[in-house]
Nanobody, 126 residues
Framework: QVQLVESGGGLVQAGGSLRLSCAAS????????MGWFRQAPGKEREFVAG????????YYADSVKGRFTISRDNAKSTMYLQMNSLKPEDTAVYFC???????????????????WGQGTQVTVSS
């Protein structure tokens, strides 16, 4: 299995930007699709963005389309989430995870992912 560690969270004003990173250990990172999820207090964990093994396909939740960009660098075993035009409703703990369905799957549910990181807090003030 792969171990994942998120970083880059913090406090930002509405309209600002943050870049999250997800560093992976293990040799299987480039063989799988990856995804970002988030969980706000009292709410269920929700899909944010996903990317296939090579980065050739990306897909997003409607709530973040046009504002967030997911990318990956397989040589560095790292995935990124560039978040622009942040809103207070983006406040949540952000998690990265491995798409266990494989390299080309475009999964969007938590049950299709494993190897969850510990999360990084993103807080957007109004």
């Amino acid at each position: 299995q792969v171990q994942l560690v998120e970083s880059g969270g913090g406090l930002v004003q509405a309209g600002g930007s943050l870049r999250l990173s997800c560093a992976a250990s293990g040799r299987t990172f480039s063989s799988y699709g990856m995804g970002w999820f988030r969980q706000a207090p009292g709410k269920e964990r929700e899909f944010v963005a996903g990317i296939t093994w090579s980065g050739g396909r990306t897909y997003y939740a409607d709530s973040v389309k046009g504002r967030f960009t997911i990318s990956r660098d397989n040589a560095k075993s790292t995935m990124y989430l560039q978040m622009n035009s942040l809103k207070p409703e983006d406040t949540a703990v952000y998690f990265c995870a491995r798409n266990r369905a494989g390299a080309w799957s475009m999964a969007m549910t938590t049950t299709e992912y494993d190897s969850w990181g510990q999360g990084t807090q993103v807080t957007v003030s109004s």
